[in-house]
């Protein structure tokens, strides 16, 4: 669940700080980066004099194919945007839903951090029969199956959608830079997500410091 804990980071403008863990995961708390939102503002956030790097993009630079794809695209404004679809067909309970923001720490905290993480009740399945998550219950991770979340409630109804732009925060996180640009993603996880941090990295576009840390 790092990458809950990178995405409440980001999303909070925070790039200096150290978090200790006294065990072999990070707690994934309720699947969602609500808690560690909530222990950044209780730790206090402070600007400090460095300046941190900034990723502008300049050329569309797209990954994947036509069944999940991202784009990166030169920014509407100064700062992040983000539009993001997912689908998961017309017959399940998640359907197709997306969510479009500027991402700045008032919009992560409220419209992303307390969505969690979910599974379809296939995925749970396949996961228990090869003996992991074994002490996860219903409460603990959104498991769909095709009337909705079982025995669970969902914080928003477009819940899903949220968590994975949270996931998409989190794993541009990686990059150690802020992105001044307009992402449009489709369908995306993690591997692609990495793979267009890659890419743009690779780019080398104009990474400047600009900014102060917080
Ligand atoms: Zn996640």
Redesign the pocket.
């Known amino acids: 669940?790092v990458?809950?804990i990178l995405?409440a980071c980001a999303g909070m403008g925070v790039d200096n700080c150290e978090i200790w863990a006294d065990g072999a995961e990070m707690p994934g708390c309720d699947?969602?980066s609500l808690a560690f939102v909530e222990a950044l503002l209780q730790a206090g956030l402070q600007d400090q004099e460095a300046p941190r790097p900034q990723f502008v993009v300049e050329n569309v630079v797209r990954v994947g194919d036509d069944r999940a794809w991202i784009e990166a695209r030169p920014p509407d404004h100064f700062g992040l945007s983000l539009l993001y679809g997912l689908d998961y067909g017309p017959d399940g309970a998640i359907g197709s839903q997306t969510i479009e923001l500027a991402v700045n720490s008032d919009s992560f905290r409220c419209r992303l951090a307390p969505a969690r993480?979910f599974l379809l009740q296939e995925e749970a399945d396949w996961l228990r029969s090869r003996g992991l998550g074994k002490r996860v219950s219903y409460q603990d991770v959104l498991v769909f199956d095709r009337q909705g979340p079982i025995k669970n409630s969902l914080r928003f109804p477009d819940e899903c959608v949220r968590?994975?732009a949270?996931?998409f925060i989190?794993d541009l996180a990686l990059a150690g830079c802020d992105f001044v640009g307009r992402f449009v993603a489709y369908r995306s996880g993690?591997r692609l997500n990495a793979e267009l941090v890659r890419v743009l990295l690779s780019e080398q576009q104009s990474v400047q410091p600009l900014r102060k840390s917080a």
């Open positions: 669940m990458e809950h995405a699947g969602s993480t968590h994975k949270l996931d989190g993690h």
